[in-house]
């Protein structure tokens, strides 16, 4: 049986998240003044790895390892605003 889960991740050009194989992506956004979030739907049964994603900031370059564009979220009120993507870079390609 599939749930959501969470997982809270640092601002970084590249993250590293575990999680369950097979893991669909279904949005990124801050929560609570907390900081920045991803949301999947996940089967608790899979085994855990890790999926790789790439983070850039507006304005920020791009190197080439960004993958499918996943969302846009915003921190400190809308002053900071990045975009997630997978990362190209590994074979995998989160749903």
């Known amino acids: 049986m599939k749930t959501t889960w969470k997982f809270p991740f640092e601002i ?8 369950p194989e097979g ?39 791009f190197d080439g390892t960004e993958g499918r564009f996943l969302g846009t979220f915003q921190l400190l009120g809308g002053g900071l605003v990045f975009h997630l993507f997978t990362d190209k870079t590994h074979n995998e390609e989160p749903s």
Do not use: N, Y
């Open 12 to 19: 970084m050009d590249h993250i590293e998240i575990s999680m």
């Open 23 to 61: 893991a669909e992506f279904l949005v990124v956004a801050e929560q609570r003044g907390q900081g920045a979030c991803m949301w999947c739907l996940v089967d608790p049964r899979k085994p855990q790895k890790i999926h790789h994603f790439q983070l850039r900031g507006t304005g920020h370059p």
